[in-house]
């Protein structure tokens, strides 16, 4: 392999993960949540998140719910490495192929984790923030959809932070797996919140 070849696999493979990233943070926001495809709306929002409700965010075990609709997610990334392999070969190809499966069992690992009471990355600061990035999401399923690359949500204009709370004796009887942070919605999730409602919850903040 010639030198420059291996500099644009390591491009591909690179450009793989991001473009994979970005194609789990769309359909989580196109599919998930609305019924564009029933089968990946009921099993996600009625599954998924009836199984991690804002009150019980973690358990010691992970709760399966998802895998069945996995195959989903193929639809764009089978075009597109035909494409690749058509215009680019079979090096690029490969590449490819590699940044795409990597991105997708880091991003399935990561989700699991942040449901794990006593998730082995618990002491990096990092995790921390990804899964309460990832816990706002669960209290309002109009926010955070990325799993991993939460600059995506800035990107798409869907990312929302943690809410510091002003009261310390809410600190003290706050439930929120997230201490030190205020939720902004119901216990029981909404999860088809109209726009009225959802602006109307933003703005309890104590």
Known sequence: MKPV??????????????FAALIQTVFHRWFGHHRRITRIYEIHAKGHHAKYPPHRLSANQ????EQHVMWFYAI???????????LFGPWILCSHIVG????????IYLHKEYHLSSSRWER???FRKKRELHFIHHRDVQSN???VEYWLDTLLG??????????PSLLQASPDPIAGYQSSVPDR???????????QVHQKIY
């Open 158 to 167: 869907t990312r929302k932070e943690p809410v510091p709370m002003l009261r």
């Open 189 to 199: 999730p909404n999860l088809h919140p109209s726009p009225a409602k959802s602006s």
């Open 62 to 65: 992970w709760i399966d719910s």
């Open 124 to 126: 990096f600061k990092w």
């Open 100 to 107: 795409v499966c990597f991105a997708i069992w880091w991003h």
């Open 5 to 18: 070849t291996a500099l644009y696999c390591i491009f591909a493979l690179i450009g793989s993960y991001y």
């Open 76 to 86: 764009p990334f089978l075009p597109a490495a035909t494409l690749i392999g058509w």
């Open 145 to 147: 959809y990325a799993i």
